[in-house]
């Protein structure tokens, strides 16, 4: 049943200092650790764990820093049931080792007690600028600021974070959090540009012209695609990424309730059931709708979504229609949307819906690319990188990563992707350095 008062609180509470420990224990040292396999960005899992195990919180955190940039993040949000949670050798037992709450917990101590950071070098090996201040763009600012780079960070939003900050609902990532791991990336040294807009305010041009070495393109898939379908455009069909914006701005106290797309008493439908339409599903109930419904052609083994995510949604009262294809939007002589036809395993079905929120995957937008010479992209717009020097595009100096560059993918995912462009951007610049000389 769903609960009368959902809130957007965190819904997982973390660890003690004695609940970590004891969980850390736990950890069976393993000669050939699954677990590293498993995480996209190799964490040192054990040797952290180990650490926590002694109570070296401190430690801890180093050997975690060593590979992420947002740790206290990815504890919360990543996919741990399919990477290396999933690969805890004591998963044959169904007690695999926590280890997402475990980061989370060594980050939490690290930022409440304010432990001493580590020495950096002097910012004098080039200079970067970084467009965009998702997952992707801080990886590449962190890693970067560390092996002595200036480096700069270009956001259009009002605060950075982009899908963090705009796109994961609050019970699920507090933005408090974010802001406390953006403060980390600045001690590093990194600065912060808002509401600066690449190809409106500023080319990547006019970046190069300032003396910059090497520009870095972390813009993420801006523009969701619709589902063309015999009235797409009726009034009444939002995308799911802009109601969990408005959302979130609304919780920040920067819009009032009224901007917010969905209203108390409605009934919503999400197609898409990945795990956006589920964050936009569990999202329009704390916001007053009286039912939702997930909408998804295919069945639950088939959906994208986390299982743990969709377990929640099912507690909290989302109606899963498996097996229904969407086939045409329901509206009045106003083309206000009233409902969808459905084609589903006992035939064709009208479903009666107040508001539908599409949930159907996203695509890069072009004004960075569009107002940038020599920058290539393939038949989806997605740009194009080659493997040397890592991540740069058809123009030289000029690299990308995450979403804009693969169809998009996790938080984690997004960071490997932009550990190794990282690198590619530094053995650039210093070829290039070292030429010049």
Known sequence: ??????????????????????????????????????????????????QLSMGNMGAA????????????????????????????VLNAKG??????????????????????????????????????????????AGDLAREGFNVVIYESQPEPGGVLMYGIPEYRLPKEVVKKEIKKIEALGVTFFTHTVIGKNITVDDIFEQGYDAVFIGSGTALPKALEIPGYMAKGIIQSSY???MVN????????????????????????????????????????????????????????????????????GVEFLWNTNPKEFVTDDKNILRGIKAKTAKGEKKFTL?????????????????????IEVDNAGYVITKEKPYGMTTRKGVFAGGDVVHTPQTVVLAMKEAKQVAKGIAQYIDAKKLLEE
């Open 61 to 88: 955190i180093h050997i975690i820093n060593e590979k992420s940039n947002l740790p206290a993040i990815c504890g919360r949000v990543c996919p741990h049931e399919k990477q290396c949670v999933g690969h805890c």
């Open 354 to 374: 107040d508001r539908i929120l599409l949930a159907v995957g996203s695509r890069p937008a072009n004004r960075i690319v569009s107002t940038t010479s020599g």
């Open 249 to 316: 701005l609304f919780n920040a106290g920067n819009i009032g309730r009224e901007e917010v797309p969905v209203k108390t008493g409605e009934t919503i439908g999400v197609i898409g059931c990945g795990n956006v339409g589920i964050d936009a599903a569990r999202t329009a109930l704390r916001m007053g709708a009286s039912k939702v419904k997930i909408i998804y052609h295919r069945t639950e083994k088939e959906m994208s979504a986390l299982k743990s995510e969709y377990e929640e949604a099912v507690k909290e």
């Open 1 to 50: 049943m769903k609960s009368k008062n959902l809130k957007f609180d965190e819904i997982n509470e973390g660890f003690t200092i004695k609940e970590a420990i004891e969980e850390a224990k736990r950890c069976l040292n393993c000669k050939n650790p699954a677990c590293i396999k498993g995480c996209p960005i190799e964490n040192n899992i054990p040797l952290f764990i180990n």
């Open 243 to 245: 109601f969990l914006r």
């Open 95 to 140: 007690m695999p080792i926590n280890i997402g709450k475990l980061e989370r917990f060594a980050a939490d101590f690290d930022e409440d007690m304010g432990l001493i950071k580590e020495r950096l070098p002097q910012k004098g090996r080039g200079k970067v600028a970084v467009i965009g201040s998702g997952p992707a763009g801080l990886t590449v």
